[in-house]
């Protein structure tokens, strides 16, 4: 068994039923090939819980302060979590996602670049859509509807894959791929609520 497998086994039985997690959309996860699953950000544990609670293993970002915390930076690289530096263009940390995709894995993402504070669903930046108009990988919505609280049901709605078809053909940006999911997540938050 994995340390990967051994902390899903974890989230499985003490988040899943400490916060009541209730998973929508699974199989909307493709099975093989790689995968862009992005989500909205409101709490700490989303990583876990979106990552564990998938159906394929999932790759995150994961700011670089995380890897020099005593104990916690040994286990962060174990949970397919890799370093990127916030605030500026991490050269290293875009490689490291499109070598991720292109060899047929999952690499989870938060648009937003950082948590809510309100919960409410903010801009995303265009690091999602850099990704989704790189490569050939299936772009996942997740939609993450809280509150994190004890015994009050967490749901974690994976959508439909999003077509990049239109903003391919129009040479859109990557700001506008990006709008493109931060809609769909939008309206996986408005559905699900």
Known sequence: ???YDFARSVVYGVFKPLYRVEVIGRENIPLEGGVLLCSNHINNFDPIIVGMMASRPVHFMAKEELFTVPILGKLVPHLNAF?????MSD???LRKG????KEGKVLGLFPEGTRSKTGELGKG???AGFFALRTDAEIVPCAVVGPYKPLRKLKIVYG???????????KGSAEEATELIMEEIRKLLDEHK
């Open 91 to 93: 050269r290293e940390a």
């Open 125 to 127: 930046l265009a690091g």
């Open 83 to 87: 370093p990127v530096k916030r605030g």
């Open 1 to 3: 068994m994995t340390f």
């Open 98 to 101: 499109l070598a991720i995709l």
């Open 160 to 170: 439909k894959p999003i077509s990049m078809e239109a903003v391919r053909k129009s």
